[in-house]
Each structure stands twice: as structure tokens, then as C-alpha cells.
């Protein structure tokens, strides 16, 4: 991957918190619901309740695929990534306790002194998943209608 593309990944990533998550239910239909995410670098993390149907349908079959993306009312101007990608349970209670803690940053509007709207979950409420891309595809209509570049990591 060229670091030009690269680049543009990481700003999408920094520029957005939530992404589209689709997991195969065990009937083979796929689940789509939207969470939120942090990144390092091209990995992503996402949380959810120990006994969702993410967490359920990820412990039969780690393969999803996500969109990152807004709205915007300029057709010409949509942006954004999508992404086939594996995603597994983070059992580190160390890495776990770290990627927990970077959640707050992607909400900046909260204050560190402020408390959120609801209290932060601690690594024993929820299920923490690393999210490994293996194809990356960077949406970018401003160069052409629907235009993508497609990247294999």
C-alpha cells in the first residue's frame, strides 16, 4: 500500500467514530448494526454486550464486513472506506484495559473533568474486538463517480 492511500485511510479513520458492522447470523444472513470504533493505526476495535448477537454471531464466524462514511448533500463529495475484515475477542485484560481507555478521545465534546452521559463500561461489562482489515476500499467520488481504490493488506 502506498503511503498517499495509506494516508487517506488514516484521515478517514480519525475523521469518523462509528462505523456499519456486518456479522453472518448462523442462518447465513448477514447482520449489519452500527457501533462505535477506535483505531490504531489500520486496526480497528469496537465494543459489545457479552451476550449480543455481534459477540454470538463472531464466535461462530470471525468474517465481517463495515463501511465508514457520512452524509453529505454534495453527491460529488462522498467519502469513505469499507472493509472486508476479521474480527477477534480481545482476551488481554492489559490490551483490553488500553483500547478501553481510548474510547473517551473520540468524544472530545465531553470534557476529561465532565463525566459522559452514561458511565464508561469497564472491561468486565463488555466484549472488545480487534478488527484486522484484509481488503480496504477507498471511496472517493471527488475523483470520478464512484470511484474506488482498492487495497489488499
Known amino acids: 500500500m502506498d503511503d498517499e492511500i495509506r494516508q487517506k ?16 447470523r448462523p442462518d447465513g444472513w448477514p447482520q449489519a448494526t452500527t457501533v ?28 465481517v464486513s463495515l463501511t465508514i462514511d457520512h452524509d453529505t448533500s454534495d453527491l460529488m463529495a462522498i467519502t469513505g ?38 458511565p464508561m463500561p469497564t472491561v468486565d461489562d463488555v466484549r472488545i474486538f480487534r478488527v484486522t482489515p484484509m481488503v480496504i476500499s477507498v471511496l472517493d467520488y471527488s475523483k470520478g463517480f464512484g470511484h474506488t481504490d482498492l487495497v489488499t493488506c
Open 36 to 63: 462505535g470504533y477506535v483505531n490504531e493505526g489500520l486496526t480497528l476495535y469496537f465494543l459489545c454486550g457479552p451476550s449480543s448477537q455481534k459477540a454470538g454471531n463472531l464466535a461462530s464466524d470471525d468474517r
Open 81 to 118: 472506506l469499507s472493509m472486508a475484515a476479521h474480527a477477534q475477542l480481545v482476551v488481554d485484560p492489559v490490551v483490553a484495559h488500553r483500547i478501553l481507555q481510548l474510547f473517551p478521545s473520540k468524544y472530545p465534546e465531553y470534557p476529561e473533568q465532565m463525566a459522559l452521559p452514561v
Open 9 to 24: 485511510i488514516l484521515s478517514l479513520l480519525s475523521q469518523h467514530r462509528i462505523m456499519t458492522l456486518a456479522t453472518l
